[in-house]
């Protein structure tokens, strides 16, 4: 198995209209979401092998994920139904094609019901790659069964993966999110953050969360630029650090370089997802040979991120996530055409 993901499976509630506030939309569309199970349907369609380990509500749109999920041929052995809550749906808006504002149903949901005892310790340690995001550490008992997976897949020998994906609303408190988020950043080997969590966790607003440490208040004068943030989380343990700039292209840090690679113009209809597509290309090319580690050298990381870009790009062309993800083939028929188009 390429790639197995861990998270929540959900129902998004896109617009009718882009270009109107959440209060002045006046109509909403399901289509299946969530960032985990985004990742794990982008990368089968680029061609991997893929799972998902999480927990839906015994209901209709419960099942319809299943099938969903089924359907796009990622392995569903991993995920459990739960008759006690109902599956998460999260409404979303477009004030502009590339802004996002998200209101969470989630009281609890399914998701954050997932246990410890539910995991497929068979998946896991089959998996080259586990990937998952900052969702399922917002409760318990959810947190404590991301922690465990970690766990299972780090001791057989996978790439561990974390896509911070900073979501206000589902904290108690900015304090509780840094807390968590930061607890879990030293075991991983892959991290994932945007523009503005990339401040958060080096200082930027997260100098003011709570007591944290005179090192993380140092920052906010210490760490203003892009590489040097990087840096600084790449000293915390991860052996990658990836940052996504939206239209603005992606950038990496290793131990051994860096790199910005910039982004591919394209005619953007929503936003929303592409983060999650692009993350799915870097995961699928790394996970393409067995010792991932050979790929972070400043050449071949930057010929991944050019791939993630790509993906992300595409699925910004057309409205809602898991139906925009594009195939291998499409994604091979763009680069080709950006290479004649570059001549």
């Known amino acids: 198995m390429h790639l197995v993901t861990l998270g929540e499976l959900l129902i998004d509630m896109f617009p009718a209209e882009i270009g109107r506030r959440l209060a002045d939309v006046t109509a909403f569309h399901p289509k299946p979401g969530g960032a985990p199970a985004n990742v794990a349907v982008a990368a089968r369609r680029l061609g991997a092998d893929t799972a998902f380990i999480g927990k839906v509500g015994d209901d209709a749109f419960g099942h319809f994920l299943i099938d969903v999920m089924r359907e796009q041929a990622v392995d569903i052995t991993g995920i459990r139904v739960d008759d006690k809550a109902r599956t998460t749906m999260a409404v979303i808006a477009l004030p502009d094609e590339h802004t996002a504002e998200f209101v969470f149903y989630r009281n609890p949901g399914a998701d954050q019901r997932l246990r410890p005892d539910e995991l497929d310790a068979d998946l896991l340690c089959s998996a080259r790659a586990l990937h998952f995001g900052s ?65 958060l966790l080096t200082g930027g607003q ?107 790009a595409l699925t910004a062309t057309k409205q809602g996530v898991i139906p925009a993800l594009p195939t291998a083939a499409e994604v091979e028929t763009f680069l080709k055409n950006r290479q004649v188009v570059d001549q």
């Open 206 to 312: 997260g100098a003011e969360v709570g007591d944290q440490k005179s090192e993380i208040r140092e920052l906010r004068s210490g760490v203003g630029d892009l590489a040097e943030m990087a840096a600084w989380l790449l000293e915390q343990g991860p052996e990658l650090v990836v940052v996504t700039l939206g239209a603005d292209g992606s950038y990496f840090q290793t131990a051994t370089g860096s790199g910005f690679i910039s982004p591919f113009p394209v005619e953007t209809v929503d936003a929303v997802g592409c983060g999650d597509a692009f993350i799915s290309g870097v995961l699928t090319q790394l996970t393409a040979v067995e010792d991932w580690r050979a790929n972070l050298n400043a050449e071949r990381m930057t010929e991944i991120l050019y791939y993630g870009n790509a993906v992300g």
């Open 135 to 199: 969702l399922s550490l917002t409760d318990e008992p959810s947190r404590s069964t991301t922690w465990a997976a970690m766990r299972i897949a780090a001791e057989a020998g996978a790439l561990i993966s974390f896509d911070v994906n900073y979501r206000p609303s589902l904290w108690s408190s900015l304090e509780q999110a840094f807390e968590q988020i930061s607890a879990i950043i030293p075991h991983v080997h892959l991290l994932k953050v945007n523009e503005v969590e990339i401040e």
